[in-house]
């Protein structure tokens, strides 16, 4: 009998021990991230670009290829063919003259899909500024 609880203790020991193990591998979930087809493309007025969106919400910052806009501004049509997502440094001087409402006008818009394929994005318009504080 006394074989057994010594066997048993050092058992109970030796588990004790193994369970205060610290270990420091990281286990958890696997965050499977959705990608769709593309559905939309929208304008980012803080870095002056335009971004797609898929259909599950997830941003796309290389999806446009080419696109052209026109805004006019304190009386002044501009308009330029951008190849790329951002606009050009000199639009972006411009539109940072605004200080009323302004319509920015997209269109000729190409962007890529999830497989690569260049594909044509309907035409859209961005209001820049708040028209609801225009005097």
Known sequence: MKKILAIAFIFTICLSVFSQNNN???RG????RKNGK???VKYDHVNYRLIGIDKYGNIIDSAVVEFQMAVTIQGVFYS???IGSTLSYQMQQW????DASTPIYFKNIKAK??????IDVPKFEYVLGNPKYDH
């Not at 899909?113 to 260049?118: K, Q």
């Open 80 to 82: 330029e063919k951008t």
């Open 95 to 98: 539109l940072k003259k605004c």
């Open 29 to 32: 979930t696997i965050k499977v």
């Open 113 to 118: 899909d999830i497989y690569g394929t260049i």
């Open 24 to 26: 420091t591998e990281k």
């Open 38 to 40: 593309l559905i939309l």
